[in-house]
């Protein structure tokens, strides 16, 4: 059997594995898509956090976040933001400046690559031409918005961005589900609770796409080979692959919510009182996805 050209070889997932404890898997796409029913393989590492919340109860300023920085790299802060990165290819950790303000558990992160080098008055220098960009959902922070790359006298450093109107607005409220995606290369959709805006990462400025909120649970993937910008939609309770066309949001604002096509239900439920908590979806190329979704058990007789 052949397998497709992907964009992609590994797949890397965190998960809890106690209190203040977490572990990271890598897991072989090519393996993936051969085997039908499996487990989760012997995770690469544990992270566990330098400085942790004072209860389970903390704040969502005061939690752990992680982000894929680039194919291999990922980026793990804890609740007072000291940062540390680990390469899953090559095995190893960089050590990375402390974020500005942590992000806590709400929050969006996009690795952006080829960063334009005029933003640092300099060629970049080396292989690190990446950028990583991650947003606190919660406002009150002093710096919620930043950037970390890799500035051209051989150091990396967290750049304070401006913050997303919404976050000035005394009605807003942190949604649930963040929807947000990359548009054009250049630019950040996120949607707030009531309305979508955009970040262009050249201009370093927000504006406003429109008055509509992308009903997605969280980061839409774009396929370059379908044009189309794949998520997991809110609107179905075991959360069902949708797509939609966000190319015209990058020419300016629209009035309306461009129109979210179905996708299908690729997922049978074992038991009736399965109750989706999480869910995403990872691009892998060549048309093909992966689908990760987290359910709770819920007692019927509750």
Same mark, same amino acid.
């Given at each position: ?154 150091? /990396? ?7 997303? !109107? *919404?976050? @000035?607005?005394?009605? &807003?409220? $942190? ?30 400025? /927000? ?7 992308? !009903? *997605?649970? @969280?980061?839409?993937? &774009?396929? $370059? ?78």
């Amino acid at each position: 059997m052949s397998l497709p050209r992907l964009s992609r070889q590994s797949l890397h997932l965190v998960l809890r594995a106690g209190r203040d404890l977490h572990a990271l898997t890598s897991m072989d796409i090519s393996r993936l898509l051969l085997v039908g029913k499996g487990s989760l393989p012997v995770p690469s590492i544990y992270y566990s956090p330098l400085r942790s919340p004072v209860s389970e109860l903390a704040s969502d300023r005061l939690k752990d976040a992680f982000a894929l920085f680039g194919k291999s790299k990922v980026l793990c802060s804890d609740a007072g933001g000291f940062a540390t990165m680990y390469n899953a290819e090559s095995h190893s950790f960089l050590s990375v400046p402390e974020l500005n303000s942590p992000k806590g558990a709400r929050y969006i992160a996009i690795s952006i690559p080829h960063v334009d080098s005029a933003m640092f008055g300099d060629k970049l220098r080396g292989n690190h031409t990446d950028s990583l960009y991650m947003m606190a959902m919660v406002p009150g922070e002093l710096c919620s918005f930043e950037m970390l790359a890799y500035y051209p006298k051989s150091r /990396w450093r967290w750049r304070p961005l401006p913050p997303p !109107p *919404f976050h @000035s607005d005394p009605k &807003y409220r $942190t949604p649930d589900s963040i929807p947000f995606a990359l548009v054009g290369g250049t630019r950040i959709l996120v949607s707030s609770d009531r309305a979508t805006y955009s970040f262009d990462t050249v201009a370093m400025e /927000w504006s406003k796409a429109g008055d509509w909120v992308l !009903p *997605f649970l @969280s980061k839409l993937e &774009y396929d $370059t080979e379908l044009k189309m910008w794949f998520g997991i939609s809110t609107r179905s309770p075991c959360g069902e692959l949708c797509a939609v066309d966000l190319s015209a949001v990058a020419l300016g604002s629209c009035d309306e919510l461009p129109v979210v096509q179905h996708v299908g239900l690729d997922v049978d439920l074992p038991q009736k009182y399965w109750k989706l908590m999480d869910a995403a979806v990872v691009n892998l190329g060549s048309g093909r996805f992966c689908i990760a979704r987290f359910f709770v058990v819920v007692d019927d007789h509750d």
